[in-house]
């Protein structure tokens, strides 16, 4: 049997794949339940990591039977997170070095994130990223969210590719399974948060964004460099 061909193109996963927002989303709904006198438990993050923030937030209020709503929930958790980006956002090991390997190659690439579009422009922007991009799909662009493969089937049709020639990097069970049902070349990049997820169907368990094998799947050769942002790409 023959070898898959290369990828054409890369979609990024935002959340616990890029930068460890996984981190101040926990600690937000932490905060959050407590002020209501209940427990983020290590069952309701794995049940919502991956989610939409909408769809993850009414699973917390549906777990522990909230009188509040979604909207409610991310008013408050919005003010919440807003107050730790700016000191504690930070990129995970690998991110700048793939990125700047993936513009070196005329690799386009994407994000394709479950939370809203105000959020992970936020983000983006405290380290001027979003440009880097061809192009950003969050939860108000699609009617399903992960673990539905629609959006990196919508991603492929961005791209004008099949979904075969589409290489997706996510971190959690939910965003794979997305992935892997879109048929795209699938590559689970767990963190500390999911690394006891199941990862069935994927093409590749990597260690982290600095795996040799991920630049391998897309015919790159990976320099042994420091995984430094590039100027001017700092935190804001």
């Not at 616990?16 to 996984?22: H, I, P, S």
């Not at 600690?27 to 794995?46: D, P, S, V």
């Not at 991956?50 to 549906?62: E, F, H, T, Y």
């Not at 662009?141 to 590719?161: C, N, S, T």
């Amino acid at each position: 049997m023959s070898d898959p061909p290369l990828p054409r193109a890369v979609a990024f996963d935002l959340d616990g794949l890029m930068f460890n927002t996984e981190d101040l989303y926990d600690e937000a709904g932490a905060i959050i339940l407590q002020r209501r006198g209940k427990e983020f438990t290590a069952y309701l993050k794995r049940k919502v990591m991956g989610l939409p923030s909408d769809l993850a937030l009414q699973v917390m209020i549906d777990f522990h039977n909230l009188d509040a709503t979604a909207e409610q929930l991310w008013c408050e958790s919005d003010v919440i997170l807003d107050e730790m980006l700016g000191p504690r956002l930070a990129p995970l090991e690998g991110l700048w070095e793939l990125l700047n390997a993936l513009e070196a190659a005329s690799i386009p690439k994407a994000i394709a994130t479950g939370s809203s579009r105000s959020f992970a422009r936020k983000v983006l922007g405290h380290f001027d990223l979003e440009p880097r991009f061809q192009f950003l799909l969050t939860s108000e662009d699609v009617r399903q969210g992960k673990p539905h493969p629609e959006i990196y089937l919508k991603a492929a049709e961005r791209f004008g590719l099949k979904p075969v020639q589409l290489l997706v990097l996510e971190d959690s069970e939910n965003g794979c399974r997305a992935a892997v049902a879109a048929g795209a070349y699938t590559v689970a990049v767990p963190s500390p948060h999911s690394s006891d997820h199941d990862f069935d169907g994927v093409h590749l368990v990597a260690d982290s964004l600095s795996d040799r094998r991920i630049y391998e799947a897309m015919g790159l050769r990976r320099e042994e460099t420091a995984s430094m942002p590039p100027t001017g790409a700092g935190p804001r």
